[in-house]
């Protein structure tokens, strides 16, 4: 089956009204910040989105994206390999003042003036949270085991006078 390519912009409110459905890929070339937060990655993010309407008459879109990612182990600094699998739920909102109303099942997304949503941004914005905060290899697979790992000995802290010292000796100087 050929991978179909997703539109860059969508209208959410039409695409909700149709329940349309979008199963495609993104190329990763195009996304210039998650290409630069990895040292290497897939050349597609696979993406499955569904544009409904809640029964507030909310509209929403959720839908999984899946790549994979080759990252640097700050313990070892040898590159692993680590599988993006993600989940998400929009709600398009204009302005701020209506993201206060929206349930805590969706996240709020901005549209633009032509009430569209840049969905591959979105994609990438997600792709890029869901990055581990400090990338390590799980302990069992690390070239670094405890015993390679050194710590320096840290030596006992000087005491340091009292800067109140002075004012002691004043105080008896007055009395």
Same mark, same amino acid.
């Given at each position: ?5 997703? #539109?860059?912009?969508? !209208? ?26 990895? %040292? ?13 309407? !809640? ?9 999984? =994206?899946?790549?994979? =990612? ?21 709600? #398009? ?7 206060? @109303? %929206? ?18 941004q979105v994609i990438e914005d997600? &792709?890029? &949270?869901?990055?581990?905060?400090? =990338? %390590?290899?799980? @302990? ?7 015993? !390679?790992?050194?710590?320096? /000995? /840290?030596? #006992? ?5 009292n800067p109140f010292e002075v004012?002691?000796?004043l105080k008896r100087d007055l009395?």
């Amino acid at each position: 089956m050929d991978k179909v390519k997703l #539109p860059q912009l969508i !209208d959410p409110l039409k695409s909700a009204m149709k329940r349309s459905t979008y199963v495609g890929v993104y190329s990763t070339s195009l996304m210039e910040r998650f290409v630069d937060s990895v %040292l290497s990655c897939n050349e597609l993010v696979n993406v499955d989105v569904k544009f409904l309407k !809640d029964a507030q008459s909310l509209t929403y879109f959720q839908g999984t =994206a899946q790549t994979q =990612a080759n990252l640097l182990c700050q313990r070892c600094n040898h590159e692993f390999s680590h599988s993006i699998n993600l989940e998400f739920c929009f709600s #398009p909102v204009q302005g701020t003042e209506i993201e206060e @109303e %929206l349930p805590e099942a969706y996240e709020p997304v901005e549209v633009n003036d032509h009430g569209e949503v840049d969905l591959r941004q979105v994609i990438e914005d997600e &792709l890029i &949270l869901s990055l581990p905060i400090v =990338a %390590l290899h799980a @302990e069992e697979n690390c070239n670094v085991g405890p015993d !390679d790992m050194t710590f320096g /000995i /840290i030596e #006992p802290e000087q005491e340091r006078k009292n800067p109140f010292e002075v004012l002691k000796e004043l105080k008896r100087d007055l009395e």
